[in-house]
């Protein structure tokens, strides 16, 4: 789903950038300051409104979420540093530790304009900023099972907004797709498009699309060829669309016009609204509180209506250009609510796929694709059990 007209690509090495920072990289980080312990105590609330669930990808362990802080005092700060610690431990280090331009990358203001470089790390009186934060394990590092935060500015230290570390059960997946030469476009990744998608809905700040995927197809480096006007021209139209596992349609929505592909000048062929923003879509309820979204299908293609029962690898409709899509690409999400943008983004896996990059590929079991990798999805996504 697009929202934004920032849509520059960026590499899977941009996720192992200073967006985030490895536990290893964090044990070389310099020793915690100390809680101050005078009076007042420091007035800055720290909370995580959406407690995240570690994933498995590439070698790695990740942990996804955002640390809300609120100055309730009446002088300003600047942060210096933000720790994210191991609750269950006494040890000195942190796990993870952010700092100067760091920081600058994954702090945004809440209700003002949104500064740049240091400017980010100011905190006014009153003031509120979201703090996107990625931590990620080497394959074989012990994962917290509670996470406590400590933030340090030039003038106070606060600690708090201690974590769970699996918050939802990490379900097993079938693909979305079949074949080969899928980008995962602003896929997993903490400088996504994707992962700010901070939206208010029922009074509540949610991000609906925290772990979601722009699916497009690849074909010599490009994902159309010949009229880029035109949707047949792109590599991904038409493409089958795949139940990810049994479960009941709760929603299918069809009869949104498709959109002239175009991302410089994008208009779309009807008004966007909450009713439009996702196009022909379907929502599937795959059990346990989790609901799969498939958004901007092909009209006239969907093969399932609501109250349908579904079985994994089963034929859903088609990939379109409708609703807020530039070019024909399947957008695809597991959230906590079946209502669109209604719930919290949750990470999953996917049984099996191979991922390509250069002249090497590599098959991966039970991983969730990054921002993006080059995936191979052969046949289908019929359960193999």
Not at 234 to 251: F, I, K, N, Q, T
Not at 302 to 326: H, I, M, P, T
């Given at each position: 789903?697009?929202?934004?007209r920032d849509r520059a690509a960026v590499?899977?090495?941009?996720?192992?950038?200073?967006?985030?920072?490895?536990?290893?990289?964090?044990?070389?980080?310099?020793?915690?300051?100390?809680?101050?312990?005078?009076?007042?105590?420091?007035?800055?609330?720290?909370?995580?409104?959406?407690?995240?669930?570690?994933?498995?990808?590439?070698?790695?362990?990740?942990?996804?979420?955002?640390?809300?802080?609120?100055?309730?005092?009446?002088?300003?700060?600047?942060?210096?540093?933000?720790?994210?610690?191991?609750?269950?431990?006494?040890?000195?280090?942190?796990?993870?530790?952010?700092?100067?331009?760091?920081?600058?990358?994954?702090?945004?203001?809440?209700?003002?304009?949104v500064g740049v470089g240091p400017e980010r790390r100011h905190?006014?009186?009153?003031?509120?900023?979201?703090?996107?934060?990625?931590?990620?394990?080497?394959?074989?590092?012990?994962?917290?099972?509670?996470?406590?935060?400590?933030?340090?500015?030039?003038?106070?230290?606060?600690?708090?907004?201690?974590?769970?570390?699996?918050?939802?059960?990490?379900?097993?997946?079938?693909?979305?797709?079949?074949?080969?030469?899928?980008?995962?476009?602003?896929?997993?990744?903490?400088?996504?498009?994707?992962?700010?998608?901070?939206?208010?809905?029922?009074?509540?700040?949610?991000?609906?699309?925290?772990?979601?995927?722009?699916?497009?197809?690849?074909?010599?480096?490009?994902?159309?060829?010949?009229?880029?006007?035109?949707?047949?021209?792109?590599?991904?139209?038409?493409?089958?669309?795949?139940?990810?596992?049994?479960?009941?349609?709760?929603?299918?929505?069809?009869?949104?016009?498709?959109?002239?592909?175009?991302?410089?000048?994008?208009?779309?062929?009807?008004?966007?609204?909450?009713?439009?923003?996702?196009?022909?879509?379907?929502?599937?309820?795959?059990?346990?509180?989790?609901?799969?979204?498939?958004?901007?299908?092909?009209?006239?293609?969907?093969?399932?209506?609501?109250?349908?029962?579904?079985?994994?690898?089963?034929?859903?409709?088609?990939?379109?250009?409708?609703?807020?899509?530039?070019?024909?690409?399947?957008?695809?999400?597991?959230?906590?609510?079946?209502?669109?943008?209604?719930?919290?983004?949750?990470?999953?896996?996917?049984?099996?796929?191979?991922?390509?990059?250069?002249?090497?590929?590599?098959?991966?079991?039970?991983?969730?694709?990054?921002?993006?990798?080059?995936?191979?999805?052969?046949?289908?996504?019929?359960?193999?059990?």
């Amino acid at each position: 789903m697009s929202h934004s007209r920032d849509r520059a690509a960026v590499g899977v090495a941009a996720f192992f950038s200073s967006a985030f920072l490895s536990v290893a990289a964090a044990e070389a980080q310099p020793p915690i300051a100390p809680v101050q312990s005078g009076w007042p105590p420091p007035q800055l609330q720290l909370r995580v409104p959406f407690e995240p669930t570690a994933f498995p990808s590439a070698g790695r362990t990740y942990l996804t979420y955002e640390l809300h802080l609120t100055n309730f005092g009446s002088a300003p700060h600047v942060l210096r540093r933000i720790e994210v610690l191991d609750a269950d431990t006494e040890v000195a280090g942190p796990v993870a530790a952010f700092e100067a331009g760091q920081l600058d990358d994954l702090l945004q203001s809440v209700g003002a304009t949104v500064g740049v470089g240091p400017e980010r790390r100011h905190l006014a009186a009153g003031g509120s900023l979201v703090a996107f934060l990625s931590v990620a394990f080497d394959r074989g590092t012990h994962v917290p099972s509670t996470l406590r935060h400590r933030v340090i500015a030039e003038d106070l230290v606060a600690e708090g907004a201690a974590i769970g570390t699996h918050h939802t059960e990490l379900r097993v997946f079938g693909p979305p797709l079949k074949g080969a030469n899928w980008r995962a476009n602003s896929g997993p990744s903490n400088d996504s498009y994707h992962r700010r998608g901070l939206f208010v809905i029922d009074g509540r700040a949610v991000i609906d699309r925290r772990y979601a995927i722009d699916w497009v197809k690849i074909d010599k480096g490009a994902t159309s060829s010949g009229e880029t006007r035109d949707n047949h021209a792109y590599h991904a139209y038409g493409e089958e669309v795949l139940a990810v596992a049994d479960g009941r349609v709760v929603s299918a929505k069809d009869g949104v016009p498709e959109n002239v592909p175009r991302h410089e000048g994008f208009r779309a062929a009807v008004p966007i609204s909450l009713d439009t923003i996702a196009g022909n879509s379907i929502t599937l309820d795959v059990g346990r509180g989790e609901f799969a979204f498939y958004m901007h299908l092909q009209p006239s293609s969907l093969r399932v209506k609501a109250g349908d029962r579904v079985r994994r690898g089963q034929v859903l409709a088609r990939v379109g250009n409708s609703g807020d899509s530039r070019e024909p690409h399947l957008h695809f999400e597991v959230t906590t609510s079946s209502r669109l943008l209604a719930g919290e983004g949750v990470p999953y896996v996917i049984d099996q796929y191979r991922v390509h990059s250069g002249n090497e590929s590599a098959q991966r079991r039970r991983e969730l694709p990054l921002k993006d990798m080059l995936i191979d999805f052969g046949s289908g996504g019929v359960d193999p059990n």
